[in-house]
């Protein structure tokens, strides 16, 4: 069973980076393809990205393609998404995913079987 710890996030002005990290423990982190979603609030979850279990192929969705980075390193278990030219439409809860089926996941939430606590990341323009 992988558990999937985040960290990072925060208070953030426009224009602003953030990096947030997810750590895996419990399996074998590159077993697994990742992702990133958030939600806003009164908002669906929505995708953000993915990335292989390699890390060789990576996915965005338009609204923070080119702003942010999704990245892994197997060595320590941890994916991470970094956010450039933050934006106050930004501001949601973030969470990781890991799904050990696919070598790259799809931005469908339903095919990742485990979650991070999810992280706070608000924006102020």
């Known amino acids: 069973q992988v558990t999937l710890v985040q960290s990072g996030g925060g208070l953030a002005q426009a224009g602003d980076s953030l990096r947030l990290s997810c750590v895996a423990s419990?399996?074998?982190?590159?077993?697994?393809?990742m992702g990133w979603f958030r939600r806003a609030p009164g908002k669906e979850r929505l995708f953000v990205a993915a990335?292989?279990?390699?890390?060789?192929?990576?996915y965005y969705a338009d609204a923070v393609k080119g702003r942010f980075t999704i990245s892994r390193d197997n060595a320590k278990n941890t994916v991470y998404l970094q956010m450039n030219s933050l934006k106050a439409e930004d501001t949601a809860i973030y969470y990781c995913a890991a799904n050990p089926n696919a070598y790259v996941s799809s931005s469908d939430s339903t095919v990742y079987n485990h979650w991070g606590q999810g992280t706070q990341v608000t924006v102020s323009s």
């Open positions: 990335i292989s279990k390699s890390g060789d192929m990576t």
């Open positions: 419990g399996g074998t982190f590159s077993d697994h393809s």
